[in-house]
């Protein structure tokens, strides 16, 4: 079980569109899901936290107004990226959690290159 | 602010030798603290991880991790590593990353 999807895994755009990212809990209710972004050779950044129905708490430095996400089931999370230019390519990934400070499920991560 | 170090960028062993990867970090409320591992070409999932109680945590494929307070360290251990235990080893605590550790292992 705590199988976590992400979708699409890879996504190519041009400067100025937006690309929308879907994460999915498959078999359990996630409460708390959580948006990562790893660059080359580094390690996760977390971006934001969300929990079902409430807005996303953003870490400092994570332009909300950029990075749009929404939460709006137990099983569902978006990450919108508005306007995205060459420096927002990068591996997105997102993780899930029961509660907010147990063990995290994470996704198999979204590829995003823009042009 | 939180900070996560992980002591080595990456270590190199041969099979049946002790492996133990450093992790500090840097927070004055509470903690939990986790050790993730990524296999090549798979997800990130969790090898064990700490909320109170045993400061001694056991996990999978015969990890083991010791939270000492005093030091701020979580460092995993196993007694004898594997050829199939080279991957990527995270050390986490609350939501904040350390760099990561790739470990390989030679046959």
């Known amino acids: 079980g705590a199988v976590v999807s992400q979708h699409p895994s890879r996504v190519i755009c041009k400067s100025g569109t937006s690309v929308k990212i879907e994460c999915r809990s498959l078999?359990?209710?996630?409460?708390?899901m959580f948006w990562y972004r790893q660059f080359p050779k580094q390690s996760l950044m977390l971006m934001a936290t969300s929990n079902e129905g409430s807005k996303a708490t953003y870490e400092q430095g994570v332009e909300k107004d950029k990075f749009l996400i929404n939460h709006a089931s137990l099983t569902l999370s978006t990450l919108t990226v508005t306007s995205a230019h060459p420096e927002d390519s990068s591996f997105y990934i997102c993780?899930?959690?029961?509660?907010?400070?147990?063990?995290?499920?994470f996704g198999p991560g979204t590829r995003l290159t823009v042009l | 602010a939180q900070s996560v170090s992980q002591h080595n960028h990456h270590v190199i062993l041969s099979e049946a030798a002790s492996l133990e990867l450093g992790c500090n970090y840097s927070y004055g409320g509470t903690v939990n603290l986790f050790w993730y591992v990524q296999y090549p070409g798979q997800h990130l999932q969790l090898l064990l991880k700490y909320f109170s109680g045993d400061p001694l945590v056991k996990g999978i494929k015969g990890f083991e991790a010791e939270f000492i307070k005093s030091k701020f360290s979580f460092n995993l251990r196993k007694p004898s590593v594997q050829w199939s235990d080279t991957a990527e080893y995270f050390c986490?605590?609350?939501?904040?990353f350390g760099p990561g550790t790739r470990l390989s292992v030679l046959p």
């Open positions: 986490a605590v609350n939501f904040v």
């Open positions: 993780s899930a959690s029961r509660d907010s400070y147990n063990e995290q499920f």
């Open positions: 078999d359990f209710q996630a409460t708390t």
